[in-house]
């Protein structure tokens, strides 16, 4: 079984500081990660994805995420948000013999000026 | 590239009434398909999958139903809603083989 952790509900920064969304996964085998950002009243959108590779991940808009295997984490970072960063984030799962990704609760980034 | 479509965008329907609503795809063909619902507050909840035409499979018992009747349509059906059944669908696709789920814009039920 597969299965997501996103530590955080709410993360509120300053615009131009740095910012970390923090993600958990269990899984018995192989997997891929994901990171969506979702705008208010909007489906899901792909940030960046984990497929195998390098664990540093880029993605759209300035984020990038690192795989760690050890710590079965997939964090999410940005060194410097934006006020129009702020959205919902989800990180996503998905073993290699699943159809199914599964999702975390998300985390709601809130970048105040 | 895939495109997918969900209508309507927002919907505001009374308690007891019945639900359609439509998700189809186009660009890819085969895919596997799904349904997500968002409640205020919450993450996805995954209600629906299929893999093929008329192959449906339920991830939690609840008021809704949803049907495939062509490869790139998948429709989500209440017979009698329930003020619980509000909240954001979502309907998203993937291929056997891709890694990731495309998402439509959802739709914002609203049962009053």
């Known amino acids: 079984a597969q299965s997501v952790t996103q530590l955080d509900s709410q993360v509120p920064v300053f615009e131009e500081a740095p910012v970390e969304l923090r993600c958990n996964y269990s899984?018995?085998?192989?997997?891929?990660l994901f990171w969506y950002v979702q705008y208010p009243n909007q489906g899901l959108q792909l940030l960046l994805k984990?497929?195998?590779?390098?664990?540093l991940v880029k993605g759209i808009n300035g984020f990038e995420a690192e795989f760690n295997k050890s710590q079965t984490s997939f964090h999410l970072r940005k060194p410097s948000v934006h006020i129009s960063d702020t959205a919902e984030y989800f990180c996503?799962?998905?073993?290699?013999?699943?159809?199914?990704?599964?999702f975390g609760r998300g985390t709601s980034l809130i970048v105040h000026p | 590239s895939q495109t997918i479509h969900q209508w309507p965008a927002t919907l505001v329907q009374p308690v007891g009434s019945p639900l359609s609503l439509e998700c189809t795809v186009e660009?890819?063909?085969?895919?596997?398909l799904y349904w997500y619902r968002q409640a205020a507050g919450r993450g996805l909840q995954l209600l629906f999958y299929?893999?093929?035409?008329?192959?449906i499979s339920s991830e939690v018992p609840q008021n809704l139903s949803a049907s495939r009747p062509q490869d790139r349509q998948f429709i989500l059906s209440s017979k009698k809603l329930l003020l619980s059944d509000s909240g954001f669908y979502l309907c998203a696709v993937n291929r056997d083989g891709n890694t990731e789920a495309f998402f439509g814009q959802g739709t914002r039920l609203t049962v009053v």
């Open positions: 660009g890819t063909s085969n895919p596997n």
């Open positions: 899984s018995s085998v192989s997997v891929y």
């Open positions: 984990y497929l195998s590779g390098s664990t």
């Open positions: 299929s893999v093929g035409i008329g192959q």
């Open positions: 996503a799962v998905k073993s290699g013999g699943s159809y199914i990704p599964t």
